[in-house]
């Protein structure tokens, strides 16, 4: 099975790949003074870079997948060639290519075979042998520079589409010319292809940047800087919903809360590690009169002093306190992405300090956790990484193999336990224990780190954590870090685009919205808004000078999931109870997603309002 899945899927990289020859041959074919950069195989497709004055724009899109179709057509063949290093330079100057004249030189130069280090993103395995060689590959009248790997023909390769183009700098360096590059997605059927595109469009209106601003959730201000999110008030209701849920379930896994500054002295830092090793990713220091402080970027070294100054028994472990910690990190401004690379966030985070023999037990309880919140949201397309150490790095791993394998088998038995689908990911641990990170996919294919679970040998060292044993020795503490919603930031970013901003009824910021047809109904829809909010409920009346049926849309823009329509008949309609009280007032109700319910008493709507899941209730 697994040899199947290997094999096909070599067979779509060098499809892929071949894809990008024939990509490369039609832009030289439309623009033979074309300079060719690098064109790797990327997920769903490939890339290629192009150094061109004609500024390519979607307009020539159509016909460069046009001759593209003709050279496939045409079934080529890729002829290869190996020639010495000195032969390919001549070559590829007398083909006016300077880039691939670099690319040799660097091959020449370093051993490392730099052009397959970019082309497949990955080390090569021959690094370090410094090649004699390099070989060409021919299809008709189109030559490049190229390791191998491709189909027969021009013909196997399958559906392919030009998504976009954008800029990119030669070898990623901003000093260096800036090239086009052309990305292309190429599957093996038209379906595939199909789904994909489909994907991506449905990708694109769920942004949560699009939809943060159409929903009022959040914005950015120049004034305030990049990266510094400003939740509105709808946001913010979903932040403190996912909040709520958080305290809630913790409360049940037996957590307390604790509450630490914003700022610490350049000493915490320096005890924990973080200075000097993570100052790049800090805020630089203030300089006050007695001393640098830091605004942190983890919690974790407040947390740490805290606890340790009670001594502690072994009776009392496992303590776990959490915090919805705000955490400050530098960011390159060319990184941050709406709400999902910040320089603020916010983290559902707790530390959990426990024994040895305690670590399984807890990881579990926080895979428990995770598992709550995976069936609760809905998400279906994830995965547990279980990232390890590599045992032959005692540079980069702290250099106790017995604890190593004792932690990384107790991970495992952990996940084991949960149930959760697991992949192990080797040389991908923290320098101070093994982690458990929480991997989802978004609509559009990109996988995300969502959240964190990691073990820390390191902290008991630092910070003197113990405890004192039944036999009255003193034993270290471990202190397993966890964050299972991650931060506001990227998990809202995430809710956003995972409902397409259609949240369920305890998320909705608006879940009730009152349409009063003419001014004349006003007064009826705010007693009915008022009713409402005491239930409980977060409700909003559109009292414009507009018709019902614009009211309606709006409504349904903003993703409210009820809507109620009050006129003439509602407030004339008899009450069905005899004393007339509001609640037996008559409402038209709209549902965002089933359209038109009919007329309903108050009291009849509210329990059907009861009836919809509340994780908070
Ligand atoms: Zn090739
Ligand atoms: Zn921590």
């Not at 997920?43 to 997948?65: K, M, S, W």
């Not at 997605?185 to 943060?212: I, P, V, Y």
């Amino acid at each position: 099975m697994a040899n199947v899945d290997k094999h096909e899927e070599e067979y779509l990289h060098n499809m892929r790949h071949s894809c990008a020859h024939l990509l490369a041959a039609a832009v030289q074919e439309l623009w033979p003074e074309v300079k060719l950069g690098v064109g790797p195989v990327i997920e769903h497709g490939l890339y290629y870079d192009f150094d061109l004055e004609h500024r390519l724009t979607e307009e020539d899109f159509p016909a460069i997948e046009k001759k593209m179709a003709e050279l496939k057509a045409q079934g080529l063949g890729y002829e290869r060639e190996e020639v010495s290093i000195a032969e390919a330079k001549k070559r590829a100057k007398a083909m006016k290519q300077p880039y691939k004249v670099e690319l040799i030189e660097t091959i020449e130069k370093t051993g490392s075979t730099a052009v397959a280090v970019e082309e497949n993103g990955e080390r090569s395995k021959e690094q370090g042998e410094k090649p004699t060689t390099v070989t060409f590959y021919t299809t008709g009248d189109f030559v490049d520079l190229c390791r191998g790997g491709h189909v027969e023909s021009t013909k196997e390769i399958g559906p392919f589409k030009i998504l976009s183009v954008a800029g990119a700098y030669w070898r990623g360096k901003s000093e260096n010319p800036q090239l086009q590059r052309l990305y292309v997605a190429c599957f093996a059927t038209q379906d595939e292809l199909d789904a994909h595109l489909a994907e991506m469009e449905e990708a694109k209106k769920r942004d949560h940047r699009k939809l943060g601003a159409e929903l009022e959730l959040f914005t950015f201000d120049p004034l305030v800087g990049p990266g510094l999110p400003l939740w509105l008030p709808k946001g913010t209701v979903l932040r403190d919903l996912v909040e709520q849920l958080a305290k809630k379930k913790e409360q049940e896994h037996g957590y307390q809360r604790v509450a630490t500054p914003h700022v610490a002295k350049q000493a915490l830092f320096e005890a924990s590690g973080h200075l000097p090793y993570y100052a790049d990713t800090m805020y630089p220091p203030m300089e006050l009169d007695d001393g640098n402080y830091y605004l942190k970027a983890m919690n974790c070294p407040h947390m740490h002093v805290m606890f340790r100054q009670t001594p502690r028994s072994y009776r009392e472990l496992p303590v776990r306190w959490a915090e919805y910690g705000t955490v400050y990190r530098y960011e390159l401004s060319g990184t941050l992405a709406g709400l999902m690379r910040v320089r603020m966030l916010s983290m559902n985070d707790a530390h959990i300090y426990c024994r040895e023999d305690q670590i399984e037990a807890e990881i579990l309880r926080v895979m428990e956790l995770h598992k709550y919140y995976i069936e609760l949201f809905g998400i279906e397309h994830y995965y547990m990484r279980l990232s390890l150490h590599d045992p032959a790095n005692t540079k980069k791993y702290f250099d106790e193999p017995k604890l190593w394998a004792f932690a990384e088998d107790a991970l495992r038995r952990a996940l084991d336990h949960s149930g959760l689908e697991y992949r192990e990911a080797n040389d991908e641990a923290a320098f101070y224990g093994p982690k458990i990170d929480f991997q989802v996919r978004f609509v559009g294919g990109r996988e995300e780190t969502i959240a964190t679970t990691q073990l820390d040998f390191i902290a008991q060292q630092r910070f003197g954590l113990h405890y004192q044993d039944s036999d009255g020795g003193e034993k270290p503490i471990y202190v397993i870090h966890r964050a299972p919603l991650g931060t506001h930031e990227r998990f809202v970013a995430f809710l956003i685009e995972h409902y397409a901003g259609k949240f369920p009824l305890w998320l909705a910021p608006v879940q009730v919205k009152l349409l009063p047809i003419a001014d004349r109904h006003n007064e009826y829809a705010t007693d009915v808004a008022k009713q409402l909010e005491k239930a409980g409920y977060r409700v909003e009346l559109d009292d414009r000078q507009e018709s019902v049926g614009k009211k309606i849309r709006t409504a349904q823009l903003e993703q409210v999931p009820y809507m109620l329509v009050v006129g003439d008949k509602e407030i004339e309609a008899k009450p069905h109870s005899a004393d007339g009280s509001v609640g037996a007032r008559q409402v038209a109700v709209r549902g965002r997603d089933d359209g038109d319910l009919g007329a309903q008493s108050i009291a009849d709507f509210l329990t059907r309002l009861e009836r919809e899941p509340n994780p908070l209730a």
